[in-house]
């Protein structure tokens, strides 16, 4: 597999509600079905996290995974949708797949045991819609949640074949991108963009080299709020400071403090990385995350009959050689970080 992506939580870690319906964790009258799954219209793979409530002491049966877990003939689960090679809605029934989890004396929840995930390695639509249904054979209940996936977005800027960053404190530099399809608009309700310095790394006395990075927050924000509308092209902007760059490399700790005479360092791509997420999501975070000052916060699911929570997310790259002249300025500023450059590029 290229690209697996799955979303697992805890799975007393919350405690989701309906906003209109308080829904009880511990349920006397039946199981209370609990969904996580977040999709990827990009990933070969989705899974899908589904287990339950159960009765009885937290403290104990939290951990005990017979408990949590559906065995595999009590359930049926389908997901219905437009998948890529076919065009038109379907239904189908997901596989199932299980992970063995180590044992961890420092695990908050059950360990040293198999998992099962629910999965589908059929490729899933952009923007599309998606109803997965859990049918519970004791009761004949059905679970539900739908959510759409991320629409395609490209990338518009930066354009050029190489990235440089000034060094001068009042420059401004973006990162653009586009949704191809009219109305334009993304089916994301937020986007967190992150940067990526890599280099390859050789220290003394080693043969081998390691590739290592620096994460630099670029900017995020609610999709309405990044939307400039302002062309006949409407597209989703944040600014940065290139010259950040240079303080973020003086201050990295694993540089400072790991910079021997002899070692040497080679520059790689740098890495813009847009992460979108969709709307279920990002209202299960502000809504879990509230500051409010009363305690009894209502939290969100969008599971109906049961609880959990099912949306959408994906992470568009792209990579661009760093300029000679950045590479000119990194080498003389941090001469003891050894940075060089790489004859073969």
């Given at each position: 597999?290229?690209?697996?992506?799955?979303?697992?939580?805890?799975?007393?870690?919350?405690?989701?509600?309906?906003?209109?319906?308080?829904?009880?964790?511990?349920n006397?009258?039946?199981d209370?079905?609990?969904?996580?799954?977040?999709?990827d219209?990009y990933?070969?793979?989705?899974?899908?996290?589904?287990?339950?409530?159960?009765?009885?002491?937290?403290?104990?049966?939290?951990?005990?995974?017979?408990?949590?877990n559906?065995k595999?003939d009590?359930?049926?689960?389908?997901l219905?949708?437009?998948?890529?090679?076919?065009?038109?809605?379907?239904?189908?029934?997901?596989?199932?797949?299980?992970?063995?989890?180590?044992?961890?004396?420092?695990?908050?929840?059950?360990?040293?045991?198999?998992q099962r995930?629910?999965y589908?390695?059929?490729t899933?639509?952009e923007?599309?819609?998606?109803?997965?249904?859990?049918?519970?054979?004791?009761?004949g209940?059905?679970?539900?949640?739908?959510?759409?996936t991320?629409?395609?977005?490209?990338?518009?800027?930066?354009?050029?074949?190489?990235?440089?960053?000034?060094?001068?404190?009042?420059?401004?530099?973006?990162?653009?991108?586009?949704?191809?399809?009219f109305?334009?608009?993304?089916?994301?309700?937020?986007?967190?963009?992150?940067?990526?310095f890599?280099?390859?790394?050789?220290?003394?006395?080693?043969?081998?080299?390691?590739?290592?990075?620096m994460?630099?927050?670029?900017?995020?924000?609610?999709a309405?709020?990044?939307?400039?509308?302002?062309?006949?092209?409407?597209?989703?902007?944040i600014s940065?400071?290139?010259?950040a760059?240079?303080?973020?490399?003086?201050?990295?700790?694993y540089?400072?403090?790991?910079?021997?005479?002899?070692?040497?360092?080679?520059?790689?791509?740098?890495?813009?990385?847009?992460?979108?997420?969709?709307n279920?999501?990002?209202?299960?975070?502000?809504?879990?995350?509230?500051?409010?000052?009363i305690?009894?916060?209502?939290?969100?699911t969008?599971?109906?009959?049961?609880m959990?929570i099912?949306?959408?997310?994906?992470?568009?790259?792209?990579?661009?050689p760093?300029?000679?002249?950045?590479r000119?300025?990194?080498?003389?500023?941090?001469?003891?970080?050894?940075?060089i450059?790489?004859?073969n590029?």
């Amino acid at each position: 597999m290229k690209k697996i992506f799955f979303a697992l939580f805890a799975l007393t870690a919350v405690i989701l509600s309906s906003c209109s319906n308080k829904v009880e964790l511990y349920n006397n009258d039946g199981d209370t079905t609990v969904v996580y799954a977040l999709l990827d219209a990009y990933a070969d793979t989705n899974f899908f996290k589904i287990t339950k409530s159960f009765v009885g002491n937290v403290s104990e049966q939290a951990y005990n995974y017979d408990a949590n877990n559906y065995k595999y003939d009590e359930i049926d689960v389908t997901l219905t949708g437009v998948f890529k090679d076919s065009g038109n809605t379907q239904t189908i029934t997901l596989d199932t797949i299980s992970k063995w989890i180590p044992y961890d004396e420092n695990a908050q929840f059950y360990s040293g045991c198999w998992q099962r995930y629910y999965y589908t390695t059929k490729t899933l639509s952009e923007g599309e819609e998606y109803e997965l249904d859990i049918l519970r054979k004791e009761d004949g209940v059905t679970v539900s949640a739908t959510t759409k996936t991320i629409n395609e977005f490209i990338y518009q800027k930066p354009a050029s074949p190489y990235i440089g960053f000034s060094d001068l404190p009042t420059g401004t530099a973006f990162v653009e991108w586009r949704v191809n399809q009219f109305p334009y608009k993304s089916t994301a309700a937020y986007f967190e963009v992150t940067g990526y310095f890599h280099y390859k790394e050789l220290m003394p006395g080693t043969i081998d080299t390691v590739a290592r990075s620096m994460k630099w927050s670029l900017g995020s924000g609610e999709a309405d709020n990044l939307y400039n509308t302002s062309t006949n092209m409407p597209y989703y902007v944040i600014s940065y400071t290139p010259s950040a760059l240079y303080t973020l490399l003086e201050n990295d700790d694993y540089l400072k403090n790991n910079s021997p005479v002899g070692v040497q360092r080679w520059f790689e791509d740098f890495e813009f990385s847009i992460s979108a997420t969709g709307n279920d999501l990002y209202n299960y975070y502000l809504v879990t995350n509230s500051a409010s000052a009363i305690q009894d916060v209502p939290n969100y699911t969008n599971v109906e009959n049961g609880m959990g929570i099912m949306s959408s997310r994906v992470t568009k790259s792209l990579k661009k050689p760093v300029q000679e002249t950045t590479r000119k300025k990194i080498i003389e500023r941090f001469e003891n970080y050894g940075f060089i450059n790489d004859p073969n590029r």
